[in-house]
Each structure stands twice: as C-alpha cells, then as structure tokens.
C-alpha cells in the first residue's frame, strides 16, 4: 500500500510521510508491522530516514517496475520473454486426468506428466507455473524445451500437434505461505493466478497450466478497439 503511494504520486519525492504512529493507528496494525514495511521501502531506495527529522520519500520506482506482460493474444503468448530463465523444480510422471486442474475445452487424454517450475528475471523469481501436459507428448519434450519454453510455446512447437483451441483465464489473489516462499514476496501479497488450457487438432487436451505471477511485476495490456 505504502509503495502504491509512492508510485502513484500521493506521495511525492522529497515530501515527508505521515509518522509511525500516524501510520500504525490509519491502517489498524502494530507500530512494529509499520516499521518491517518502512524498513522494505528503504531497502527498495523509495525511502530515507532522518533521525529528529521524519521519514521522506527518496524517489518513485523504477518506471519499468511493471516489466512482465500477461499476454492477451495468441501471437503474444507464443513470444519469448526475454531475460528470462526457468527452472525445473519437479517432474511426475503418468498422472490419471482426474490429478489435473479443470478445463473448459477439449476432452482429457488418458495420463499427463506434471512439470513444476520457477521463472526468474535478474536473479529475481517472477512466475511459479504447474504445467501438465499429455504423457504421450512428454518425451519429446527436450531439457531445453524445459529451460527456454513457456508452457503454450513449448506444446505448439512439438513435433505433430497443431493447436485447434486455447483459452486464458485471469483472476487476482494473494500469495499463500508456498507461493509467497518460492517467488520470495511477503505471505498475502498479491499475484494474478493465469489457468491457459490447449487443445489439439482431435479436440484432446493436451496441456492445462496454472502460473502464479507476483503482483509488483504484472502489467496487462488490452486492446479494446
């Protein structure tokens, strides 16, 4: 909330912030809960602390802070994000269809291998992604696929599918206790949860991913005409 001030301008760089005090009573929580967030600002540069004096705003984020589209087109979800690196954390293998996360299309193949895996930007987690995909598909896919390929990019590049369907779904939560250790955000912050489900040409399902993106670096950009 503090750091939305900041980058919405209600506070200014060089403009004094309200106190601890002020602070701990506005939004009902503990002086030591005000000071653990102060003490994150300060840490991101956005703060400064004068002993006698108060705390002033250093300066606003960086202006490409939101760097990581959420794609809303197919083109787009196909491009690679550049910078990007992904990291395998698990593999299961022949799951029964029922192990898999509901999907609007398609009807389900007979089993699918489970990959768990971490995006990283700059030595910075961003994206905590389930992809499961069709246990017959899955040994074409190669280690580098696993490393360089987002979930879409990496199914419609398989030798013999042809997507015939894909849908998106978007909703906005807060990090659970697993989700906020591994992309490294406080427990309850916010992250957008995108479900992306394919289907191939004999109306098989043959990928549904669940990607959990942290919210400081979402953007989403639609074109409404």
């Known amino acids: 909330m503090f750091r939305r001030r900041i980058e919405q301008g209600a506070w200014k760089p060089g403009a004094q912030i309200p106190t601890v005090d002020d602070l701990a009573a506005e939004c009902g929580v503990a002086r030591a809960t005000i000071r653990q967030a102060l003490d994150q600002l300060e840490a991101e540069g956005l703060i400064e ?19 990581c589209e959420v794609e809303t087109d197919w083109s787009g979800l196909l491009r690679s994000r550049e910078g990007a690196e992904i990291e395998t954390l698990s593999i299961r293998e022949k799951l029964p269809a029922t192990a898999v996360p509901p999907a609007e299309i398609g009807r389900p193949a007979a089993l699918y291998r489970h990959f768990h ?50 849908r ?27 479900r992306r489900a394919a289907v191939d ?22 074109k409404l005409r």
């Open 49 to 67: 602390r004068f002993r006698a004096k108060g705390t002033f705003v250093r300066a606003a984020p960086a202006a490409n802070r939101l760097w």
């Open 168 to 194: 998106q779904t978007l909703t906005i939560g807060t990090a659970d206790v697993e989700t906020a250790a591994a992309l490294r955000v406080p427990l309850n912050a916010p992250v957008a949860h995108v």
């Open 201 to 222: 040409q004999r109306g098989v399902l043959v990928m549904v991913a669940d990607g959990i993106y942290r919210g400081d670096v979402v953007r989403i950009d639609i």
């Open 117 to 166: 895996r971490r995006h990283w930007r700059d030595g910075q987690p961003f994206l905590l992604a389930d992809v499961y995909l069709d246990e017959r598909l899955a040994p074409k896919v190669t280690e580098e696929d696993l490393r360089t390929k987002t979930a879409l990019k990496l199914v419609a590049s398989l030798p013999g599918v042809r997507i015939g369907d894909a």
